[in-house]
Each structure stands twice: as C-alpha cells, then as structure tokens.
C-alpha cells in the first residue's frame, strides 16, 4: 500500500467476501463504490472498484452481472465497462476508483 495524500481516504473488503464474479458494496468516505472479484488472463484474481450507483437511475451496481469485464445494471440493463467505467448503452460513464489487492484485502481509495 502506498502512503495516502492529503485528503484520500481507504477502505478494505476481504478479498474472500467477493466471490468470482460478483461485486460488493462498500462505503469508501462519502462514496459508495462497487467492488467487483474478476478474473485476470491467467486465472489470476482481478479487482475493479466503481462508483456503486448508476447513473441511469441509481440502480444497485454492485448487484450487477459480470461478463467478462462488464457490467450489466440490474435495473434496466445498461452496460458498463468496469476498466475504465466507460457506458457501453449509451449511459455516462461510471466513476473508477484506484483499487489493489493487499495482504488478502481489497483496498479502494477515494479522493
Ligand atoms: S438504473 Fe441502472 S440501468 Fe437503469
């Protein structure tokens, strides 16, 4: 982990509480960030941290489908991109937070 700047703040989630393909819900300052367990090419574990509320309506991102490195909002179904939280259907894109995995914790920062 890196030393924070002034101003950031950091949250952890086990990275055992996110199964394979899911995203969980924490609070991270005043966000709200989905926090999605993926895997990389290798197999290896592959973490992603986006803003939790869509921007469509605020539909639960975190409850959302994965597919492959996407998204899917359970709400109305828009899709996103969660490397880089690009709208796939025509929605603004989703906030990206800096995320690493870290003595088997998942570490967000947000600003
Ligand atoms: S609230 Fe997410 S697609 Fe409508």
Redesign the pocket.
Known sequence: MTALEAGTVQEAIALDDIPFGEGRSITVGDDQVAVFRLRGPDGEPLVRAVSAV?P????PIADGQTDGGKVV?P????TYDLADGAGLTGQPALKVYPVEIADGKVVVTAP
């Open positions: 869509c469509h309506l605020g539909g909002c709400l109305h179904l828009h």
